[in-house]
Each structure stands twice: as structure tokens, then as C-alpha cells.
């Protein structure tokens, strides 16, 4: 029997089946679990490079955040636009490569500037893959099993998510305790871990080799159109762009953060270790991950079978509700609580990432698709992971000191949910009747 590729899989036919496009689906989901594990595997063994390299609170927040925000606003609306005129496949290898370097150059760096250009890398081929790995989803299935085969890609993102916890929280333990035996000519662990990272990376970006673009869908100008014609399509859209994007933005505030402080909250206010707390933090990622994804795509495609105006987005606005009581888990008054919280944060920025991801590719034409992501995550970028990190610390800082770290990131947490709550609600009531 003659076996099946990837590029034979990818879908010819103008509405390929969800089930036809599963082996190329399954290949973008593992490329997304492998980006964000590197984008997101710093904050492990931050406190490891803060006391090596003798760095503030103040400035890991700057080189996890501004680091990721400043090369995310000045590049991916041109990423987008490519995304949306040439070849995605090309430029999702292309951001494998991208964040595979910058997670390599975080092994050997030797200072701060050399760390913050280091995780902009990262940064930069991490998001700029999602976009690519979100248009090419788009046309891999038919728009009534979007919600579905998004959740694929959604559950690589969780998988990253969660490994960059679990994983990298098990290779800094082996390389600590000597029972890993890599030699990267440098005996320090959290350097040792991401040059591992790095070849992790590339061998679970492969499978990206043998895929082939798919026809494109959905086209209401053509992705030749003048880029005129492409920015009144997107003009007349933004009674419903702006408060979806504010309101993920929000959203993404809330995960940044959490992600970004979760570690060094759990070292300083409950005295665990990263040994300690990487193994069953890692895994309440990857399940809200999972299970946020899973219920996101359900909502999304049930969402739009109501008939509603917007019914795409109730799915957002019930997990956004739930997202504000949820970011009080820096305050828990126990590990217990913490966990409960910090997992169902993460449950609801999965579904309504999820949720928005699909709302983008149903509700905008084809040839918008990518700028649409592009410019979400210039805006997600630069506020969410460049201010949000930043904020907590200058919250911090405002009630007292890093020993208020904790109360500085549930304020944060809760007051950007509850904006993100207000916002779906508005992009619900002006969402486009159709294509």
C-alpha cells in the first residue's frame, strides 16, 4: 500500500472535509506546540537568569514582555499581508527556523541585551507562525467546521503552553541533578535547557516539510486586490474589529501576565520550587488548554448555527465572565486554590482565543484574514505582553515593593477581564450579518 503524505492529504476540492485535512491539521498543531513551548519556556528559570545575570523584576518584565511587544508591532501587519498574498507554508518554515534561533541565542546569552534580542526572536517567529497556521486552517475545512479544526491548532498552542512548563521544567530538573547526559560546553542548567529546547524544536517542526499550500477560500477581492481596496474592506468592518480586538487584548493581558509571574509567585509566596511545581503546573495548563479548546470550537460552531447576529461570540462572553473571579489566583490562600483558579483562567482565555480565531476566519474575508490576525497581534503584543508584564510591576512597586507581587498581578488580572467582558459584548452586537 502506497503511503499518504502530507502534501497528498492537503485538500484540492473547494470544501474539503475536516476529516480529509487531518494530517495536515495535526502537522500545524504540532508546529504550535513547539513555538509556544519556546516563546513561553523563559519563565521557568527566569529566577535562574535573575540571579546569574543579576537582573531586576523590573527588567525581566521588559525582556519577557517589551522584548516580545516592540518586533510584534512593527512586523506583524507586514507578516500578515504576506500571509494573505504568498506562499504560508513557505513563511510558517521560515518562523519555525525564526524561533528555533532565538531559542538557542537564549542558551548562550550573555547579558540583557543579547537575552531581549533573544526572546524578540522567539517572539517573532512564534506569532508569526500562529498567523500563518491560522489562514492555512481556514481553508483546510469547510466554514461550518471551523470551530473544529481551529481547536486542533488551538490544542498544539495549549500543548506549548503547558510544555513550556512541564517540559522545561523537567529538562532544568535532569540538568541540575547530572542525569541528562547533553553536553552543550556550559555547566550551567537554565542555559543547558534551552539549547535542549532548541533541537526539540526542530524536531518537531519536520513534519511542516511536507505540507502544500492549500487553494484559498472565501475570497471576496482576491488576494491581488490594490491594499486600498483590502483597507476600506477592513474600514468597513470595525464597529465589530475594534471591541473584538480590545476585548481579546484584555484577555491576553490577563494570560501574559499569569504566565510571566505564576512561576515567581509560587517560589516567593508559597516557597516551592521550580521541581516542585513545574510537573502539575505544567499539566493544569495543558488540560484547561485542551478542554478550553475543545469547548471553544463547540461554542463557536453551535454559536453560529443560533442564527443570531454575533451568535458566534456568546461562547467568549460566558468564558470572559468567568475570566474575572478567575485571576484572583495570585491571592489564593492556599496551593489548592491557586491551582483551581490559575487552571480555569487559562480554560477561558483558551475558549475565547479559540472563539475570536474563529470569529476572524468566518466573519472576514479571505484576503482580510491575515492582517486582521496580523494587526491583533501587533495590538495583543504590544499591550498584552508589553505592558501587562510591565504593569504588575509597576503596581507592585505602587503598593510597596516585589513583595507585593501577588496583589499587583490578581489587580491586574481582574480589572482587564472585566473589560474584556464588555467588550465581546459590544463586538456581539455589531458583528458582520455574513461574508
Given at each position: 500500500?502506497?503511503?499518504?503524505?502530507?502534501?497528498?492529504?492537503?485538500?484540492?476540492?473547494?470544501?474539503?472535509?475536516?476529516?480529509?485535512?487531518?494530517?495536515?491539521?495535526?502537522?500545524?498543531?504540532?508546529?504550535?506546540?513547539?513555538?509556544?513551548?519556546?516563546?513561553?519556556?523563559?519563565?521557568?528559570?527566569?529566577?535562574?537568569?535573575?540571579?546569574?545575570?543579576?537582573?531586576?523584576?523590573?527588567?525581566?518584565?521588559?525582556?519577557?514582555?517589551?522584548?516580545?511587544?516592540?518586533?510584534?508591532?512593527?512586523?506583524?501587519?507586514?507578516?500578515?499581508?504576506?500571509?494573505?498574498?504568498?506562499?504560508?507554508?513557505?513563511?510558517?518554515?521560515?518562523?519555525?527556523?525564526?524561533?528555533?534561533?532565538?531559542?538557542?541565542?537564549?542558551?548562550?546569552?550573555?547579558?540583557?541585551?543579547?537575552?531581549?534580542?533573544?526572546?524578540?526572536?522567539?517572539?517573532?517567529?512564534?506569532?508569526?507562525?500562529?498567523?500563518?497556521?491560522?489562514?492555512?486552517?481556514?481553508?483546510?475545512?469547510?466554514?461550518?467546521?471551523?470551530?473544529?479544526?481551529?481547536?486542533?491548532?488551538?490544542?498544539?498552542?495549549?500543548?506549548?503552553?503547558?510544555?513550556?512548563?512541564?517540559?522545561?521544567?523537567?529538562?532544568?530538573?535532569?540538568?541540575?541533578?547530572?542525569?541528562?547526559?547533553?553536553?552543550?560546553?556550559?555547566?550551567?542548567?537554565?542555559?543547558?535547557?534551552?539549547?535542549?529546547?532548541?533541537?526539540?524544536?526542530?524536531?518537531?517542526?519536520?513534519?511542516?516539510?511536507?505540507?502544500?499550500?492549500?487553494?484559498?477560500?472565501?475570497?471576496?477581492?482576491?488576494?491581488?486586490?490594490?491594499?486600498?481596496?483590502?483597507?476600506?474592506?477592513?474600514?468597513?468592518?470595525?464597529?465589530?474589529l475594534i471591541p473584538l480586538f480590545v476585548g481579546q487584548t484584555s484577555v491576553v493581558m490577563a494570560d501574559a501576565a499569569a504566565?510571566?509571574?505564576?512561576?515567581?509567585?509560587?517560589?516567593?509566596?508559597?516557597?516551592?520550587?521550580?521541581?516542585?511545581?513545574?510537573?502539575?503546573?505544567?499539566?493544569?495548563?495543558?488540560?484547561?488548554?485542551?478542554?478550553?479548546?475543545?469547548?471553544?470550537?463547540?461554542?463557536?460552531?453551535?454559536?453560529?448555527?443560533?442564527?443570531?447576529?454575533?451568535?458566534?461570540?456568546?461562547?467568549?462572553?460566558?468564558?470572559?465572565?468567568?475570566?474575572?473571579?478567575?485571576?484572583?489566583?495570585?491571592?489564593?490562600?492556599?496551593?489548592?486554590?491557586?491551582?483551581?483558579?490559575?487552571?480555569?483562567?487559562?480554560?477561558?482565555?483558551?475558549?475565547?482565543?479559540?472563539v475570536t480565531s474563529v470569529a476572524l476566519t468566518v466573519l472576514i474575508p479571505n484576503e482580510l484574514r491575515g492582517l486582521c490576525?496580523?494587526?491583533?497581534?501587533?495590538?495583543?503584543?504590544?499591550?498584552?505582553?508589553?505592558?501587562?508584564?510591565?504593569?504588575?510591576?509597576?503596581?507592585?512597586?505602587?503598593?510597596?515593593?516585589?513583595?507585593?507581587?501577588?496583589?499587583?498581578?490578581?489587580?491586574?488580572?481582574?480589572?482587564?477581564?472585566?473589560?474584556?467582558?464588555?467588550?465581546?459584548?459590544?463586538?456581539?452586537?455589531?458583528?458582520?450579518?455574513?461574508?
Amino acid at each position: 500500500m502506497q503511503a499518504v503524505t502530507l502534501e497528498e492529504a492537503a485538500p484540492a476540492a473547494p470544501a474539503p472535509s475536516i476529516l480529509r485535512s487531518l494530517p495536515p491539521l495535526l502537522a500545524l498543531s504540532l508546529a504550535m506546540a513547539a513555538g509556544f513551548t519556546m516563546m513561553n519556556s523563559f519563565s521557568m528559570v527566569q529566577e535562574s537568569a535573575k540571579a546569574e545575570l543579576r537582573l531586576s523584576d523590573a527588567v525581566l518584565g521588559m525582556i519577557q514582555g517589551v522584548s516580545a511587544a516592540v518586533p510584534l508591532v512593527l512586523f506583524s501587519i507586514p507578516i500578515g499581508i504576506l500571509v494573505d498574498r504568498t506562499n504560508r507554508v513557505r513563511l510558517l518554515i521560515g518562523f519555525a527556523l525564526i524561533w528555533t534561533l532565538g531559542t538557542a541565542m537564549t542558551g548562550v546569552a550573555g547579558g540583557m541585551w543579547s537575552l531581549f534580542a533573544a526572546r524578540m526572536l522567539t517572539g517573532i517567529g512564534t506569532t508569526g507562525g500562529l498567523t500563518a497556521a491560522l489562514s492555512l486552517t481556514a481553508d483546510l475545512c469547510l466554514p461550518a467546521e471551523r470551530g473544529r479544526a481551529l481547536l486542533l491548532v488551538n490544542l498544539g498552542k495549549s500543548a506549548g503552553q503547558a510544555g513550556a512548563f512541564a517540559l522545561t521544567g523537567w529538562i532544568l530538573g535532569a540538568f541540575v541533578a547530572g542525569s541528562l547526559a547533553l553536553s552543550f560546553g556550559t555547566t550551567i542548567p537554565w542555559r543547558n535547557t534551552h539549547l535542549a529546547l532548541a533541537i526539540v524544536s526542530l524536531a518537531l517542526s519536520l513534519p511542516l516539510l511536507l505540507l502544500r499550500e492549500p487553494p484559498r477560500h472565501e475570497v471576496e477581492a482576491g488576494p491581488d486586490a490594490p491594499f486600498g481596496t483590502a483597507m476600506r474592506e477592513l474600514w468597513a468592518r470595525r464597529a465589530f474589529l475594534i471591541p473584538l480586538f480590545v476585548g481579546q487584548t484584555s484577555v491576553v493581558m490577563a494570560d501574559a501576565a499569569a504566565g510571566i509571574w505564576a512561576a515567581p509567585v509560587l517560589q516567593r509566596n508559597f516557597g516551592l520550587l521550580p521541581a516542585q511545581f513545574a510537573g502539575w503546573l505544567g499539566l493544569i495548563v495543558l488540560a484547561a488548554g485542551i478542554v478550553g479548546a475543545i469547548l471553544g470550537g463547540l461554542a463557536a460552531d453551535l454559536g453560529q448555527k443560533t442564527g443570531r447576529r454575533g451568535g458566534i461570540m456568546i461562547g467568549a462572553i460566558v468564558a470572559a465572565a468567568f475570566g474575572v473571579p478567575a485571576a484572583l489566583f495570585p491571592v489564593m490562600g492556599d496551593v489548592n486554590g491557586f491551582r483551581i483558579a490559575i487552571g480555569l483562567l487559562v480554560l477561558c482565555g483558551s475558549i475565547t482565543g479559540l472563539v475570536t480565531s474563529v470569529a476572524l476566519t468566518v466573519l472576514i474575508p479571505n484576503e482580510l484574514r491575515g492582517l486582521c490576525i496580523g494587526a491583533f497581534i501587533a495590538i495583543a503584543g504590544l499591550i498584552g505582553f508589553g505592558i501587562a508584564p510591565s504593569l504588575v510591576t509597576w503596581v507592585s512597586g505602587a503598593l510597596g515593593g516585589e513583595q507585593h507581587l501577588a496583589t499587583a498581578l490578581a489587580i491586574v488580572g481582574v480589572t482587564v477581564s472585566a473589560i474584556s467582558v464588555l467588550c465581546f459584548l459590544r463586538a456581539m452586537q455589531r458583528a458582520p450579518m455574513t461574508i
